[in-house]
């Protein structure tokens, strides 16, 4: 037998009355809560989740990982949720080559430390000798030739205590990352970060060596690279031979929000395949898919779930299907697209013009109920203002801020009155440096959704399909957490009315079918009750 709950007006009167009832509810509701997805779709999304280039397509790469897990959890979710999806804003987008590229490389064994203790940068920033200590005896039970003075040129050249010095501290001390080699497997590559490059035709695979390096931050190195080299001698031209080019480099997306601004003495590059590219960003954001049902009234899927569905598609292990798409404006292919920079800032300003339906948009927002919730997953920092116009990720935070704040406090009237919302972002951040970390954190917190102070994070598959549980269950509980059901007051215009609200409570649904009955008195009784 079903439960009912009412919820019942007793009014008293001096005269006499009956009731009578219409057989007509007066409404029922359903808002299921909004969803905004904004997913970087910036170069650096070519990479896998430890930052080696890998390509779009490619079953590591942060995309399709990101995009499958995506479509899981949507699909899960179909019945609870309303959808849509965001992405960054892209101009000036062309096919290239992507290379895998790492930097400051050393061949030194003795640079290597695969497992460092937090003394290994203190000591690097500071010169404190107990962390040094604690430094070479941690790395030393995984390398027993490291030697935590074997520092790059760029750290000795700035002092201790002086901001690039710090900063270079963090960034590139000490190597953590060890690849093969393969003109020399006794002579690996020892470094702690790899980034894309972007060129032209295949480059192949190289070993550069900067012969007029200045480890003054800011200066453009120009490097010779030869097809081979062995040996674990860090001096120029030990072990450096086969064809040689020159080559010289700009700074992708990820250096800039990191605050690279060198490259190093030596790095090495090798080819993965094609590419989309752009190295520059119109500064704001691009809705894909506006937020709505993905189910319709009989339970089939919508033109909605079906477009949130195609744009995620991850075209995995299919190089040519990535790079199919002919439409001058890669904004629309049917599929979305990774190039360009980071612009956060004006990703979430078209966010928040969205849900305040400015700006040519329809708000989503449908009922003064209604929860609102974005999702943010990324890869990387900011690294361009609204303009375009790039800056470092400390710089441009304070902004990106700014803008989630506003989003927890719009003002919208529904029917005749102003309504206040909270939207809040959920940050979800993908195979990010421990640097990076520290900036979403900030993110997550003005959003409403950290974890003890934190983000989300994900450092491999694995981790992203456990985050994003957690971030949709999250959503669910916090949309679907009310009070008892209850009806508002409502002012009787005619004293000779009563309204009667029932629920009918539900395990499987979180909303409870309800109705709200107007009841025509006749004064022909006394009382009731």
Not at 197 to 224: H, I, K, M, P, V
Not at 388 to 394: N, S
Request: aromatic share 12%; glycine share 8%.
């Amino acid at each position: 037998m079903k439960k009912y709950i009412l919820i019942l007006w007793v009014i008293l009167c001096s005269h006499p009355y009956s009731l009578f009832a219409g057989d007509a509810d007066l409404f029922t509701t359903q808002a299921n809560p909004n969803v905004l997805i904004i997913l970087d779709n910036s170069n650096s999304m070519d990479e896998d989740f430890y930052g080696n280039a890998v390509g779009s397509f490619s079953p590591q790469s942060k995309t399709v990982v990101g995009k499958k897990a995506l479509r899981n959890f949507i699909d899960s979710m179909k019945e609870k949720l309303r959808v849509g999806l965001m992405t960054y804003n892209l101009s000036g987008v062309y096919a290239q080559n992507i290379h895998n590229l790492q930097e400051f490389v050393s061949y030194e064994p003795k640079s290597y430390c695969p497992n460092p203790p937090p003394e290994c940068v203190k000591y690097a920033q500071t010169g404190d000798p107990g962390a040094k200590a604690a430094c070479e005896s941690a790395c030393r039970a995984d390398n027993a030739s490291f030697d935590a003075t074997y520092f790059d040129e760029i750290l000795n050249n700035y002092k201790i205590g002086e901001e690039p010095h710090t900063r270079y501290s963090n960034l590139i001390y000490p190597h953590t990352r060890r690849m093969d080699n393969p003109n020399d497997p006794s002579s690996p590559l020892y470094f702690k970060h790899a980034y894309p490059l972007y060129t032209g035709s295949n480059w192949g695979r190289y070993f550069c060596y900067a012969t007029g390096y200045s480890a003054n931050e800011g200066n453009t190195d120009s490097y010779t690279c030869w097809s081979s080299k062995t040996g674990t001698n860090d001096d120029y031209p030990s072990g450096y031979s086969g064809s040689s080019r020159g080559a010289s480099f700009v700074f992708t997306d990820s250096d800039i929000a990191l605050g690279y601004a060198d490259l190093g003495n030596r790095l090495a590059w090798y080819h993965v395949g094609l590419a989309w590219f752009s190295n520059s960003s119109p500064g704001n954001g691009y809705l894909q898919v506006p937020a709505d049902d993905l189910l319709d009234d009989e339970g089939k899927k919508t033109s909605t779930y079906n477009d949130v569905w195609n744009k995620l598609d991850p075209k995995e292990n299919d190089e040519a299907g990535y790079m199919s798409c002919g439409a001058g404006d890669k904004n629309t292919c049917s599929y979305i697209v990774n190039a360009g920079l980071t612009p956060t800032a004006g990703t979430f300003q078209e966010a928040l013009n969205y849900f305040k339906g400015t700006a040519s948009y329809t708000s989503p927002i449908q009922a003064w109920c209604q929860k609102n919730f974005i999702i943010y997953v990324t890869d990387g920092l900011p690294s361009v203002d609204e303009s375009g116009i790039p800056g470092t990720a400390e710089s441009l935070m304070p902004t990106v801020l700014g803008k989630i704040d506003t989003l927890r406090n719009i003002v919208k009237k529904m029917v005749g009155k102003d309504y206040n919302f909270d939207v809040k972002t959920y940050v979800l951040g993908v195979g990010l440096s421990d640097e990076a970390k520290l900036q979403l954190d900030k993110m997550a917190v003005h959003g409403g959704t950290d974890v003890g102070g934190h983000s989300y994070y994900a450092d491999n598959p694995t981790q992203l399909n456990d985050a994003l549980n957690r971030v949709f269950a999250s959503v669910v509980e916090s949309a679907y957490s009310f009070a008892s059901p209850t009806v508002p007051s409502v002012r009787m215009i005619e004293k000779d009315i009563l309204y009667l609200s029932s629920f009918t409570p539900s395990d499987k649904n979180p909303f409870w079918l309800g109705s709200l009955k107007a009841y025509q008195l006749n004064p022909d009784v006394c009382h009731f009750g």
